[in-house]
């Protein structure tokens, strides 16, 4: 059964330094997407990244990055210059690629603080 | 774009009263998810929609929960004789296919209240 852990309950950075949150996974499937998701303050969830299981380039988008070690079963984001603004609950997610189900199963989520 | 259209935003329900959610996913999107999100059990996966047919309830409790999706415009999560433990915020996302690699957008939620 697939399964996201997110060890870090909450995080406190100070702005415009990098933080790196941590997820690892479980599937048996060998093809997955691995998923960042940032739900704010008012509840809303965004996607922000996705990493497809076989591709060995870490995913970019903006200042968000991802470190992917696959042998470890991991995924991490990576948030540069954060901004006070990036504070939020992070999710990680996967969804497995080899069955027809696709569910999405999300980890606990990291609270990101980021403090002046 | 209006984006996935949750209503009500909040619902209030004595205990043991029904409690009904609608969901309007994104025009063109062919799959719909549902969760439940609670501060102790984070978001939980409850049911699954692709082109209106039922995929994946793993999620749904045996017991009072029920999903549809009776057109591509609306989904419905159903909750019978509610129960103070069934107090939790329900979201609904959908998304553009059922491809695994598509993302999903999701909506403001449903806060439930069970008293």
Redesign the interface.
């Known amino acids: 059964a697939q399964k996201v852990t997110q060890t870090q309950t909450s995080i406190s950075v100070v702005e415009k330094t990098t933080v790196t949150m941590d997820c690892v996974y479980e599937t048996r499937d060998s ?3 691995l ?1 960042w ?1 940032k739900q704010t303050a008012s ?5 922000l990244i ?1 990493q ?1 299981s076989y591709k060995k380039e870490n995913a970019t988008v903006g200042h968000y990055s991802l470190n992917f070690q696959k042998p470890k079963s991991s995924i991490g984001l990576i948030i540069t210059a954060t901004q006070i603004e990036d504070s939020a609950v992070y ?1 990680c997610a996967m ?3 080899d069955t ?10 990291t609270h990101l603080h980021v403090l002046p | 774009n209006a984006g996935v259209i949750q209503t009500p935003r909040h619902k209030v329900t004595g205990k043991g009263q029904e409690a009904t959610l609608w969901c309007e996913p994104i025009s063109g999107h062919s ?1 719909v ?1 549902w ?1 439940r999100q609670t501060i102790v059990q ?2 939980e ?1 409850l049911t ?1 929609f ?1 082109n209106q047919a039922p ?2 309830d ?2 749904m409790p045996k017991e009072r929960f029920s999903a549809q999706m009776p057109n591509q415009s609306h989904s419905t999560l159903k909750i019978q004789s509610t129960q103070p433990q069934d107090s939790a ?1 329900y ?1 609904c ?1 959908s998304s553009l296919t ?4 598509n ?4 909506g ?2 449903t806060r439930l209240s069970v008293l």
């Open positions: 093809s997955y997407f998923f998701y509840g809303e969830i965004v996607f996705r497809d999710f969804r497995e690629g027809n189900a696709y569910k999405v199963i999300f980890g606990k989520g | 799959a998810f969760y984070g978001l996966f699954y692709r995929i994946d793993s999620g915020v979201l996302a059922g491809g695994a690699q993302t999903l957008y999701f403001a939620g």
